[in-house]
């Protein structure tokens, strides 16, 4: 049975929480928590969505291109695609925001995956999915609402997917994408 991205999903090192809200083709929109001092991500950026960060509670420092944004509750940043950005909680205090993609693409069958991988604890020390099971899902869903890492060339990445393909087709973790995703 396919992952409910519905449901809450809890980051067990972490405590990052995600829980979708709405989806439509013209945007999927989901709930994300952080703890105080939680959540840096890499750098990364989005090919194909904007994507905007509506601050319910706590306040979010995001660096988009270099450029450093605050947003405090009932405040937003959008970030356009193809912009490089990092968001982070420095606070004391839980981050609380609604995260929307525009457009919603194949975002729900993504957090399907990601869901599925960080339940499943194919993560790493810090709490990151494993790099090679989510590449291996991107490549095999011909993710549209894929995320590259900005310090990674785009060729570069584009073979690494290729790569976590093919060791992911021998070490069958198509099974484990079809009970995500079916």
Same mark, same amino acid.
């Given at each position: ?56 509670? &706590?306040?979010?420092?995001? %660096?988009?291109? +270099? !450029?450093? *944004? /605050? @947003?405090?509750? &009932?405040?937003?940043?959008? %970030?356009?695609? +193809? !912009?490089? *950005? /990092? @968001? ?95």
């Amino acid at each position: 049975m396919a992952i409910d991205v519905y449901q809450q999903c809890i980051n067990p090192i972490t405590g990052e929480t995600f829980k979708a809200l709405n989806e439509t083709p013209y945007a999927y929109s989901m709930l994300w928590t952080v703890q105080p001092k939680g959540y840096v991500p890499i750098e990364h950026l989005h090919y194909h969505q904007d994507e905007t960060f509506h601050v319910q509670k &706590g306040q979010l420092k995001m %660096v988009i291109e +270099g !450029k450093e *944004h /605050i @947003a405090g509750p &009932g405040e937003k940043i959008v %970030v356009m695609k +193809g !912009k490089q *950005h /990092i @968001a982070f909680n420095n606070k004391e205090e839980i981050l609380e925001a609604t995260i929307e993609y525009r457009p919603a693409l194949d975002q729900e069958k993504f957090m399907q995956c990601f869901y599925g991988l960080i339940t499943d604890g194919y993560i790493d020390e810090k709490g990151a999915p494993s790099v090679p099971m989510i590449g291996y899902m991107l490549k095999k869903m011909k993710c549209k609402a894929m995320a590259r890492p900005a310090s990674i060339p785009a060729p570069m990445f584009k073979m690494a997917l290729s790569f976590f393909y093919l060791l992911g087709t021998l070490k069958g973790w198509g099974k484990l994408y079809d009970r995500y995703t079916k």
